[in-house]
């Protein structure tokens, strides 16, 4: 099966410029997420949908900070205006979200290569 | 709240000796715990995962994990290194019918030819 799909790879834009970034999940894969990873740290939770609703945005930086997953199938983030400490790894991942059976909770994620960004 | 520790933040080992990177979680139920790898430019990869069924978690690669509860760790371990083994791994932890992760920060493991 195809993997997550993430674009662009790499983009420097200069604080205070927009960037957005986009994820296609793997086909049927209802729960999508985005990750920041800052370098040499491990991923943090910015926000997470259940098909087209959110479940959990409580790390998002709202101010500056936006996702949307309008049809249930890819989503883009946004980052306006950027900071300096904006400049990291964004990881975009999915999973089946199907809690049923004897691997109820165990959430089971698969990631994208990521969209490194750079703020100078 | 649920949390992960990872004791080393750097572990070394010669190619052909054992890995051991260690783990302890703090969960407030019955958690899953996971193991992630990250190459250099490459997504995150699903080591292994334990969720309740056997404690020692076999993943792949060679790798495997034991859950102790009474230790709350989840040690990750492959017998015999290899030079491709060497990366980012990240132990993670999710409470039981809780969707969301929370990432430890990561071990890097160096292989010495």
């Known amino acids: 099966e195809a993997g997550v799909a993430q674009s662009p790879r790499y983009k420097i834009i200069e604080k205070r410029q927009s960037v957005a970034f986009w994820c296609n999940p793997i086909s049927g894969h209802a729960t999508l997420y985005w990750y920041q990873q800052i370098l040499g740290q491990g991923p943090k939770l910015l926000i997470q949908f259940q098909n087209n609703g959110v479940v959990d945005d409580s790390q998002l930086p709202k101010d500056r900070f936006s996702a949307e997953r309008l049809k249930g199938v890819d989503s883009t983030l946004k980052i306006q205006p950027a900071k300096l400490e904006d400049s990291a790894v964004y990881l975009c991942a999915s999973s089946l979200g199907d809690y049923r059976g004897p691997f109820r909770g165990a959430n089971v994620l698969t990631f994208g290569a990521g969209s490194r960004l750079t703020v100078l | 709240a649920q949390s992960v520790t990872q004791l080393d933040s750097h572990v070394s080992v010669s190619e052909g000796t054992p890995v051991l990177l260690r783990c302890n979680y703090s969960?407030?139920?019955?958690?899953?715990l996971f193991w992630y790898v990250q190459h250099p430019n490459k997504g995150l990869q699903l080591l292994l995962k334990?969720?309740?069924?056997?404690?020692l978690v076999k993943g792949i690669n060679g790798f495997e994990a034991e859950f102790k509860k009474s230790e709350t760790s989840f040690h990750l371990t492959k017998p015999s290194a290899h030079m491709s083994d060497a990366a980012e791994y990240f132990c993670v932890v999710s409470d039981f019918g809780n969707e969301k992760l929370t990432f430890g920060t990561g071990t890097r493991l160096t292989i010495i030819p």
């Open positions: 969960s407030s139920y019955s958690p899953s």
């Open positions: 334990y969720t309740s069924a056997a404690t």
